[in-house]
Nanobody, 124 residues
Framework: QVHLVESGGGLVQAGGSLRLSCGASGRTFSDYGVGWFRQAPGKEREFVAAINKRGTFINYASSVTGRFTASRDNARNMAYLQMNSLKPEDTAAYYC?????????????????WGQGTQVTVSS
């Protein structure tokens, strides 16, 4: 089992940047693909980005392409989501998730392991 902890959320003005971190423990991190998802109040959880086990292939939601960058450092058991040019509509709780399945998957049902989430609020 993999235990995930997100950090790095906060309040930022529109146009600003944040970097989310996802720390993993419990199993070999490089055995797992990592997905980033977000959920705004009253809305369904949505896919943001996913990175495969070796960090060689990344998928992005169209709404964040060109603004967000996912990465990982398997030696440090960490995954990151760099978010630039933030918009008020990016406001949500952000979650990292892990899966041993081949990926990177954009479907939350493919991820059995989830962090507790970190809140990102973008003011206009």
């Amino acid at each position: 089992q993999v235990h995930l902890v997100e950090s790095g959320g906060g309040l930022v003005q529109a146009g600003g940047s944040l970097r989310l971190s996802c720390g993993a423990s419990g199993r070999t991190f490089s055995d797992y693909g990592v997905g980033w998802f977000r959920q705004a109040p009253g809305k369904e959880r949505e896919f943001v980005a996913a990175i495969n086990k070796r960090g060689t292939f990344i998928n992005y939601a169209s709404s964040v392409t060109g603004r967000f960058t996912a990465s990982r450092d398997n030696a440090r058991n960490m995954a990151y989501l760099q978010m630039n040019s933030l918009k008020p509509e990016d406001t949500a709780a952000y979650y990292c998730a892990a899966t041993a399945a081949a990926g990177p998957s954009m479907f939350d049902n493919d991820y059995p392991y989830w962090g507790q989430g970190t809140q990102v609020t973008v003011s206009s």
